[in-house]
């Protein structure tokens, strides 16, 4: 059989949050294909395939913008 995994993901080290990260990471059969990283704005590719899913996905700039405000939206929010 075959595994999608999309996971999101709030990391941060300070106690006022100044440094949180939003991560949106898509990993088929295990293996991480492509993530969104709020402080990079964008999608990265880590296999052949998701190299190509990151070019897709990053002419969205909407759904970019989107993802960028889910630092304050999802993260801060749910860690206060």
């Known amino acids: 059989g075959y595994y999608l995994d999309i996971t999101n993901e709030c990391v941060y080290s300070t106690s006022d949050y100044s440094d949180m990260v939003f991560l949106q990471t ?10 969104y990283n709020s402080t990079v704005g964008k999608f990265v590719g880590f296999t052949e395939f998701g ?30």
């Open 26 to 35: 898509y990993s088929f059969n295990k293996d991480v294909d492509v993530q």
């Open 51 to 80: 190299v190509k899913q990151a070019e897709y996905l990053n002419k969205d700039q909407t759904r970019l913008l989107q993802l960028k405000a889910e630092v304050d939206r999802f993260c801060r929010h749910n860690a206060q």
